[in-house]
Each structure stands twice: as C-alpha cells, then as structure tokens.
C-alpha cells in the first residue's frame, strides 16, 4: 500500500519558481498513476497535473500548462511537480495522489491513495 508524501512548499513571490517533491513509502511508483491535484480556501479540490504509470505520459490542467510540469526519477521513487512562473492564485495546498495502474485521470475519486498535502503560497 503507497503512502504519498509531500514536501517543498512554501511562500514565493508572483513570478518565482518552487519544486514540490512526492515520495512513497513503498519507495517506488511504478505501478501508479500519480497525480497532483490543489485546493485552495473555500474551494473544491482541483487537478493539476498527472503522470502515468506505463508510458510516463503527462497531461495538466489548461490553468498551469506551460508553466508547470510533472516528471518522475528515472527509479521512479519520487514525483515532481516543477512550479514556474507562479501566480497568487496559484496559492493552495498541493497533493500527490496515486492509483494502481490507474489511467491518468483528472478526477479526485480516481485516485486511491493521497499525500497530507503541502502549502504553496504566493505573495503578489
């Protein structure tokens, strides 16, 4: 059973960059699908980005495509959501989220096992 952990949060200035980092306890993702999904105050939980488990295909939300990209280490032991150009709407808090041989879906209950989340802020 993967345990997703995240780290590398944050406060930044508008226009900065931050890496969040997504480990597991299982020390691999190999076998999941892995996502990052945000929700901010008051807000429903959003899709970010997602990476899959088979061909590492990537698919991002139209709100951060082009400056965000997630990628995987060549083990597979850690996702990683590089953060550029950000924006103080893109405060929230982040989750790495993941599913067995799932598909690369941009739907939260698609996805079995979810981080604790991290707090990425940015000042304007």
């Known amino acids: 059973q993967v345990q997703p952990v995240e780290s590398g949060g944050g406060l930044v200035q508008a226009g900065g960059s931050l890496r969040l980092s997504c480990v597991t306890s299982?020390?691999?993702?190999?076998?999941?699908?892995t996502a990052w999904f945000r929700q901010a105050p008051g807000k429903g939980r959003e899709f970010v980005a997602a990476?899959?488990?088979?061909?590492?295909?990537?698919s991002y939300s139209d709100s951060v495509k082009g400056r965000f990209t997630i990628s995987k280490t060549n083990d597979k032991s850690t996702v990683y959501l590089h953060m550029n150009s950000l924006k103080s709407e893109d405060t929230a808090v982040y989750y790495c989220a993941a599913a067995w041989r799932g598909r690369r879906s941009q739907r939260p209950h698609d996805y079995y096992y979810w981080g604790q989340g991290t707090q990425v802020t940015v000042s304007s």
């Open positions: 990476i899959s488990w088979s061909d590492d295909g990537t």
């Open positions: 299982e020390r691999t993702f190999g076998n999941y699908a």
